[in-house]
């Protein structure tokens, strides 16, 4: 199980977001993954193995942990950012989404 | 550039079957593996099944186990989704997703099919 925190989080353009992700079992870092849903659109890839930037993901997005604490940060947030977000690990089956952090503008 | 059209849902009553299709192309589909994923309205992510690149090897979700069956026809370029017995909680958009390499992460969504189950 992931359990995401906080559940919403409301910030203002040019904040920074912290994302939290906790897994109930240790999970190997090349399968933490975060994916970006905006309504109407498909999900879309973020950070995979962790740490690592999908291809045109901006440098203001960055993931962070290990074992079973992991973490998304924006450092600046944009109006584009505002979505809601999450976590996905694929170390154990059935893999596994968090219940997602909304992040919205405060 | 890579596309994934999914298509078939429609309203369909409880206990009753429906088949999704995943129609893709900007890649070679025999060499990836894919997977379908659902949103329930209201609610979050769900990874619903998974499937190799020759078809040998599928995986599901616990909630779905024995009543869905995930196949592919690589002839076709397309991935489907066979769902029987149906219930109220299987109402969601489905998407299907792709990998760059190996099973995961997902690079690539479609736009998602909405399927409900009601009576």
């Known amino acids: 199980v992931l359990t995401q925190s906080p559940g919403t989080l409301s910030l203002s353009p040019g904040e920074r977001a912290t994302l939290s992700c906790r897994a109930s079992?240790?999970?190997?870092?090349?399968?933490l993954d975060w994916y970006q849903h905006k309504p109407g659109q498909a999900p879309r890839l973020l950070i995979y193995?962790?740490?690592s930037r999908a291809t045109g993901i901006p440098d203001r997005f960055s993931g962070s942990g290990s074992g079973t604490d992991f973490t998304l940060t924006i450092t600046r947030l944009e109006p584009e950012d505002f979505a809601v977000y999450y976590c996905?690990?694929?170390?154990?089956?059935?893999?596994?989404f968090g219940q997602g952090t909304k992040v919205e503008i405060k | 550039d890579v596309q994934l059209l999914e298509s078939g849902g429609s309203l369909v009553q409880p206990g009753g079957s429906l088949r999704l299709s995943c129609a893709v192309s900007?890649?070679?589909?025999?060499?990836?593996?894919m997977s379908w994923v659902r949103q329930a309205p209201g609610k979050g992510l769900d990874w619903v099944s998974a499937?190799?690149?020759?078809?040998?090897?599928?995986y599901y979700g616990d909630s779905v186990k024995g009543r869905f069956t995930i196949s592919r026809d690589n002839s076709k370029n397309t991935l489907y989704l066979h769902m029987n017995s149906l219930r109220a909680e299987d109402t969601a958009v489905y998407y299907c997703?792709?990998?760059?390499?190996?099973?995961?992460?997902?690079?690539?969504w479609g736009q998602g099919t909405l399927v409900t189950v009601s009576s």
């Open positions: 193995g962790t740490s």
């Open positions: 499937i190799s690149r020759t078809g040998e090897h599928t």
């Open positions: 997703a792709r990998p760059d390499s190996g099973w995961t992460p997902f690079n690539s």
């Open positions: 079992q240790s999970v190997s870092s090349d399968f």
């Open positions: 996905q690990q694929t170390a154990h089956s059935p893999w596994t």
């Open positions: 900007g890649f070679t589909f025999s060499n990836s593996a």
